[in-house]
């Protein structure tokens, strides 16, 4: 698959592209010229509102030991206990290798979609503000929009207000 510069997508960058169309999304995986390890980098690159960024992040479960992907808006801060009181268990940061082997993507490149390992997800409904948001395709350079209910959808999520 190409990037909309004709050039190949990263192989990380192409399973999410393979993902979203298999799940009947038209958006298509852009490659930023700057990397957006950031929600802040990432709405800078695209021009628009930290908020309309769905960055992912996951927790690790204590006990457990399960992962937990949270798609929060780029302006929201995630409230740890509301998380840990929604899943049912505390929760913990992830290391990076944790993050890896779970999700299949390095920090700053996790999209919500096409993870290596099934994940507990809880989407925020603070997206719902914007008609379109972005989220990281796979890699810290690549991103694709979509709207808040088919990122809701293909995430397999619940939706939380995380804040």
Not at 79 to 105: K, M, Q, W
Not at 123 to 137: K, Q
Request: net charge positive; glycine share 8%; proline share 5%.
């Amino acid at each position: 698959m190409s990037a909309a510069d004709g050039s190949l997508l990263p192989a990380s960058a192409q399973r999410v592209q393979a993902a979203l169309l298999a799940a009947g999304v038209a958006a298509r995986v852009i490659e930023l010229a700057v990397a957006a390890r950031t929600a802040q980098q990432a709405a800078d690159a695209l021009g628009i509102a930290v908020g309309q960024i769905a960055k992912s992040l996951i927790f690790r479960a204590a006990p457990s030991g399960r992962a937990v992907l949270v798609i929060a808006a780029g302006d929201r801060r995630v409230d740890e206990a509301r998380l840990a009181a929604a899943l049912g268990e505390s929760i913990e940061r992830a290391t990076p290798e944790f993050v890896r082997e779970h999700a299949g993507f390095a920090i700053g490149g996790v999209a919500p979609v096409a993870h290596a390992r099934p994940m507990r997800t809880f989407v925020d409904a603070s997206l719902r503000r914007f008609a379109v948001v972005w989220a990281a395709g796979g890699t810290p350079h690549c991103v694709f929009p979509i709207t808040p209910g088919e990122l809701l959808r293909v995430s397999s999520g619940t939706e939380l207000a995380v804040d």
